[in-house]
């Protein structure tokens, strides 16, 4: 039945062209909805509601999207809940709610193939020291639940020959970690954390001479940071800043701090910047844009909102999803690093603010 | 007084000046020397004066917004004549001079202007502050008026008094009692000189914005007229609605639409009593043709505001929730939504156009769901005792007021409970003997 999908997988992310990758692409996520539509009766329902069946996708535009944040709000399973190993949640943002994520085997090994194949393209085969920028608490599960943080990490640690968490409970330096770790490091390493986490400690350490001096002995490390911009937007700070201040702090060039853009609904699949800066699409998913208003899709080099599609979800039909994340398709195939397929970039939102007055009623 | 960016003269005396270095207090005491004038005015020169205005505004080729037609009919003189004889104990005439009331021989009662009235305006529908400067200029107080973040049409229509001229007064010296300013909610030492030398603090707004303007000091004898956050929704009994489905729809269709559900007037729940009696399908067959007249009413009458890629979000996600858990009925776009749910009670305001059907199965359930937040209640049914009953329970329990379906977006008094004019005025009274 996944035959395909397994197929593709497998994969270099980024070796085809679109010839070579769409009608591979779309029997693979024609295989993906036609599973989920029979085996998860509201996806079917909701389906339905939207006028489409499987058997008649005419393109990845015709099949339904569901907004992101569904998974706040209702569960949604495609197989039996005792095939279930593991449930993620996400952060939980404006909302409060956290995403549920519900994962089996064969959902789990798809994230951790296309993970490895995604991340190797990037930092290349020999595994890597990995420095992670939070608290080894954060990559504990509690009753089989995991958070979005821990998981990001855990996802990682397969490119890790050895790693250490130097943060304390609080996320702050912990100095005794970091004089044991000084003397341990022996080969290239990886700085790993969440965005927001490493702009913290960026911060909070202008004048730690402990962590610098440790800094200097490392040199060319690269950078990866993923969690997304929203803490960061709010206070006003840019890619091109962060990226700088990254470089400055951790001692390495700005092309090795690289921007992983990815998100728990679809774990597995990450959009790293490559040396040029843009978010490379693999493979094993493609990135549509839709207009914030009449939610058609936009032509290359217009902004909207950012569709994933995927048929690597097998647990929950979570294969098609519409982020509230505003972006644009600056090309495909013809990105300066080489690599081919969809490339694009994060869009700011528009300062636009929707008007208070008298109707704003929160709690009624 | 430093000179802060935070704040902007606007206009005074009808001259623009968007100037961030003029100094308010000075601007209040130019205000305050228009006093003896506006005092000196009859109401029924006043009166003539804003009838001649809404006939400008309804016939001018100029665009003065999508809420127009609302404002020409509240300016209308016979409007205007009901709404100060509500508020004023029966007799308008009371401004002008000592008259007796009611059949009290011994008494004559003046009602005199408070002095200076201060207008926070909310960003969400651009004409309230024309509501509340009318009825403060009819009870001849003078507006100083805090206008929101995107005061463009409000100036225009302020400014727009120019052009009309009656027999006895001159758009000019009118708008000369009336000063816009820009203050930003944080500057807060503008803020409280606008407090302070307010008679009459009239706040439109959500909690935030009444919450702040509470907080600053004022005068002791100040008098506080607080519009503050409301919710509105609409009730609706199959007897009705059989005999008016499709008028029912429409009605409702421009009370969602006029302003974008951002006005505490605007219904965010449509509920239709419907028991096991009734016909099952009439909840969702009107669900249906409200979404059909929500497209009319967008695409010929009130098109949609532009939205933030937030707003269009929620919007998505909501839309996404029903449906898995009711039905949804929408445009692809984002224009508006109708959704159709079982679920208990008032739903959360989503604003934009978005509004829930849920059945009922008797109307009197809805009391347990009330507080005082609860504005205006859109009525649709048909048997007057029932109405009646109806209206008593709900408004003991919290509403303010039962327009019928189609009139939810009027401004009328009393307006949350209150009687703005009476507010705006101080009651004199003199031996008549």
Redesign the interface.
């Known amino acids: 039945m996944s035959e395909n999908i397994d197929k593709l997988i497998k994969i270099d992310p980024y070796s085809l062209i679109p010839e070579e990758k769409n009608s591979l692409f779309i029997k693979c996520i024609s295989e993906s909805i036609k599973f989920h539509y029979e085996n998860c009766i509201e996806y079917q329902n909701y389906c339905k509601k939207k006028n489409f069946h499987p058997d008649n996708i005419v393109d990845l535009s015709s099949i339904p999207y569901l907004p992101v944040d569904i998974f706040k709000k209702i569960t949604l399973l495609s197989v039996p809940k005792s095939e279930i190993i593991k449930i993620l949640k996400s952060s939980a943002t404006t909302s409060n709610l956290p995403s549920i994520i519900h994962l089996d085997k064969k959902t789990a090994n798809r994230q951790m193939i296309s993970l490895n194949s995604i991340i190797r393209n990037f930092l290349g085969d020999e595994k890597m020291n990995f420095i992670i920028l939070d608290n080894k608490k954060s990559l504990e599960s509690t009753n089989g639940n995991l958070s979005s943080r821990g998981s990001a990490i855990r996802g990682m640690l397969i490119f890790a020959k050895k790693f250490t968490c130097i943060l304390d409970e609080n996320l702050k330096i912990d100095s005794k970690i970091l004089s044991k770790l000084e003397n341990n490091i022996d080969s290239k390493t990886c700085i790993f954390g969440f965005t927001w986490v490493i702009h913290k400690i960026l911060t909070e350490n202008k004048n730690n001479k402990i962590l610098k001096n440790f800094l200097s002995n490392l040199s060319q490390s690269s950078i990866l940071h993923i969690g997304g911009w929203k803490k960061l937007t709010d206070l006003s700070i840019d890619k091109k800043q962060f990226n700088s201040e990254c470089s400055n702090f951790f001692n390495t060039n700005t092309d090795k701090v690289i921007d992983l853009y990815g998100m728990t609904e679809q774990l597995g699949i990450v959009y790293p910047d490559c040396e040029c800066g843009y978010k490379h699409v693999p493979v094993f998913s493609e990135i549509l844009i839709r207009n914030t208003h009449s939610l058609e899709v936009q032509n290359d080099g217009e902004t909207g909102f950012i569709q994933v599609i995927s048929p690597i979800p097998n647990s929950y039909p979570g294969i098609s999803l519409l982020t509230d994340d505003l972006g644009e398709i600056l090309g495909r195939d013809n990105c300066p690093c080489g690599r081919k397929g969809t490339y694009f970039i994060f869009k700011k939102r528009s300062e636009m603010a929707d008007p208070k007055g008298c109707g704003d009623t929160i709690d009624i | 007084m430093g000179i802060l960016l935070t704040f902007k003269h606007i206009f005074s005396d009808g001259i623009s000046h968007e100037n961030p270095e003029d100094d308010l207090e000075s601007l209040i005491v130019n205000l305050k020397s228009k006093k003896e004038w506006l005092h000196s005015q009859k109401i029924d020169d006043l009166i003539e004066f804003f009838d001649s205005l809404g006939d400008s505004w309804k016939n001018s080729n100029e665009y003065f917004g999508n809420n127009l037609k609302h404002i020409s009919e509240f300016l209308s003189r016979d409007n205007l004549e009901k709404e100060l004889k509500i508020s004023l104990r029966g007799n308008f005439s009371v401004l002008d001079e000592f008259i007796p009331l009611f059949d009290i021989a011994d008494s004559l009662y003046h009602a005199q202007p408070r002095g200076i009235s201060v207008h926070w305006i909310?960003?969400?529908?651009d004409i309230?502050g024309i509501f509340s400067v009318v009825q403060a200029l009819l009870t001849k107080n003078l507006c100083l008026i805090k206008a929101?973040?995107d005061y463009s049409l409000l100036k225009k229509l302020l400014l727009s008094f120019k052009d009309v001229s009656t027999e006895k007064i001159s758009g000019q010296d009118l708008l000369n009692c009336i000063t816009l300013v820009y203050v930003e909610r944080d500057d807060l030492i503008n803020q409280e000189i606008l407090s302070k030398n307010a008679d009459i603090r009239i706040a439109?707004?959500?909690?935030?914005?009444v919450s702040t303007i509470l907080s600053l000091k004022k005068n002791f004898f100040t008098e506080d007229i607080i519009?503050?956050?409301?919710?509105s929704y609409a009730i609706l009994d199959s007897e009705f609605l059989e005999n008016n489905l499709k008028n029912a729809a429409q009605r409702l269709a421009f009370d969602v639409s006029i302003?974008d559900?951002?006005?505490?007037?605007?219904p965010h729940t449509i509920f239709v009593e419907n028991n096991d009696s009734d016909n099952p399908n009439l909840v969702k067959d009107f669900a249906k043709e409200l979404s059909s007249s929500m497209e009319t009413v967008n695409r010929l009458m009130l098109p949609k505001s532009?939205?933030?890629?937030?707003?269009?979000?929620d919007i998505?996600?909501l839309r996404?929730?029903y449906?898995?858990?009711g039905?949804?009925f929408a445009p692809?776009?984002?224009d508006w939504t109708v959704i159709y749910s079982e679920d208990e009670g008032?739903a959360?305001?989503c604003?934009?156009r978005v509004v829930f059907i849920k059945p009922i199965k008797n109307a009197e359930d809805i009391g347990k769901?009330h507080?005082r937040?609860?504005q205006s209640i859109g009525l649709g049914i048909s048997n007057l005792e029932k109405r009646k009953k109806l209206i008593d329970l709900v408004t003991m329990l919290g509403g303010d007021r039962c327009p019928s379906i189609g009139s939810m977006s009027k401004f009328q008094s009393p307006w949350d409970g209150i009687f703005g004019m009476d507010r705006m005025v101080r009651w004199i009274s003199m031996s008549n003997q």
């Open positions: 909310a960003g969400n529908v309230l929101p973040h439109w707004g959500g909690d935030e914005a519009y503050g956050p409301k919710y302003f559900q951002n006005a505490c007037n605007s532009e939205i933030s890629e937030k707003k269009s979000m998505l996600s996404a929730e449906d898995f858990k039905e949804v692809k776009n984002t008032l959360n305001p604003f934009s769901f507080n937040k609860i």
